[in-house]
């Protein structure tokens, strides 16, 4: 698929089929991910993939919408600051390094037929608990990974003028 009509095409999914996601388009997804620019190439993320089916109530407990776990999957995206690139006025990129391998994932996941949304508003310490986080994974978000059972609309996007600037 051509790169610009993809990422027209991605929306915020809120109902999934139940069928399975193949290995093989898991793979190029987790892939993708992997392959994201982070800062000096430190790769300071985890993603924890967790299998939705008899795991629903725990997972309500991080984020409690019925749509979060009709999927066969849920991918979490983890920061791990003590292995990220520090600016030099102390300016941390773990959450951005963690949000740009987490953005080429939901990318990959539509090129592969799959659909995505993205969870901010989770249970940050229900999350620690349920995944059983080692000490300095910190969770930035969730997306349930699955076929679509709803449909994409157009999306309302505010115009560049007011988004960019030019300087010269």
Not at 36 to 56: M, S, V, Y
Not at 87 to 114: E, M, N, P, S
Request: with cysteine; proline share 7%; glycine share 4%.
């Amino acid at each position: 698929m051509e790169f610009l009509e993809l990422i027209k095409e991605r929306y915020s999914v809120r109902a999934y089929k139940s069928t399975p996601v193949e290995e093989e388009k898991l793979q190029k997804i987790l892939e993708a991910a992997i392959l994201a620019p982070t800062a000096a190439n430190r790769q300071p993320f985890r993603l924890i993939i967790l299998k939705t089916a008899g795991r629903e109530a725990d997972l309500k407990r991080i984020y409690a919408r019925g749509w979060f776990v009709q999927a066969p999957l849920v991918v979490c995206a983890c920061a791990v600051r003590e292995e990220s690139w520090v600016r030099r006025d102390g300016k941390c990129y773990a959450d951005v390094d963690t949000t740009i391998a987490f953005d080429h994932l939901i990318l990959a996941a539509r090129d592969q037929g799959l659909g995505t949304c993205w969870i901010a508003a989770f249970d940050p310490e229900a999350a620690r608990e349920v995944l059983d986080l080692p000490a300095g994974f910190e969770p930035i978000a969730f997306t349930p990974l699955g076929y679509p059972a709803d449909r994409w609309k157009p999306k309302k996007r505010r115009p560049a003028a007011e988004l960019v600037r030019y300087k010269s």
